[in-house]
């Protein structure tokens, strides 16, 4: 199986200013899914790219796909306090695993 | 729809007892995965099944732990006899095609297991 590696493994910043998360893998993939998870909730999927894409937009949210780097990013921008949670990122695969995600503090 | 539901919310037990998580995956979806979340060891994958057949449980840390899914709408996850390493948030998630694809997990909000 694979999983992602998330990087840094923690972030802190004010509010208003953009979060950039980064994430690696090792094998091909078809897609790659971003999901998010408040403090002691389930996974809430955010976005997810495929393979042949290189940007996507969801709201605050920009993913961009690196195929020929095996990397993706997640940049949040005008953060809130809100978005205060841990990001994972999830290569699709036989076994979708997750890493240990990056954990965002967005200080008021 | 309620989004997957899981039960109970909260175990607390003493070593040595069995332990039943349960969990009722979205209407529809056809495939429902059990983790286990600590902060050792993250979110580990235990076991995903596909239209209620197992897949791979090779997730599945030792035979104390079983899971079934008898229908498409109920699984659960038994550990008997529990230890206190079990400690854990389960959580299950389904969802609509593989995951190879773009099967977008729906989570439930997790069963916080406590073993004394």
């Known amino acids: 199986s694979q999983q992602g590696e998330e990087d840094p493994q923690a972030l802190s910043i004010q509010e208003g200013e953009n979060a950039t998360m980064n994430c690696s893998y090792k094998?091909?993939?078809?897609?790659l899914q971003w999901y998010r998870q408040n403090s002691g909730r389930g996974l809430v999927h955010l976005i997810l790219?495929?393979?042949?894409?290189r940007e996507k937009h969801s709201g605050r949210l920009r993913v961009t796909l690196d195929t020929s780097k095996k990397s993706s990013s997640l940049l949040i921008t005008a953060s809130r306090a809100a978005d205060t949670a841990s990001y994972f990122c999830?290569?699709?695969?036989?076994?979708?695993?997750f890493g240990e995600g990056t954990q965002l503090t967005v200080n008021p | 729809d309620a989004g997957v539901i899981q039960s109970p919310r909260h175990e607390v037990t003493e070593m040595g007892q069995e332990v039943t998580l349960r969990c009722k995956p979205i209407?529809?979806?056809?495939?429902l995965f059990w983790y286990r979340q600590t902060m050792m060891r993250g979110l580990e994958l235990l076991i995903y099944?596909?239209?209620?057949?197992?897949?791979?449980d090779s997730g599945m840390p030792e035979d104390r732990f079983s899971a079934k899914m008898p229908n498409a709408s109920f699984s659960t996850l038994k550990i008997q006899p529990s230890e206190p390493r079990d400690s854990a948030v389960y959580f299950c998630?389904?969802?609509?095609?593989?995951?190879?694809?773009?099967?977008?997990?729906?989570f439930g909000e997790g069963s916080r297991l406590t073993v004394l």
């Open positions: 998630a389904s969802s609509l095609g593989g995951l190879g694809g773009t099967g977008e997990l729906f």
């Open positions: 094998t091909s993939i078809n897609n």
């Open positions: 790219i495929r393979s042949n894409e």
């Open positions: 999830a290569p699709s695969g036989s076994r979708l695993t």
């Open positions: 209407s529809g979806h056809d495939y």
């Open positions: 099944f596909n239209n209620n057949v197992p897949i791979d």
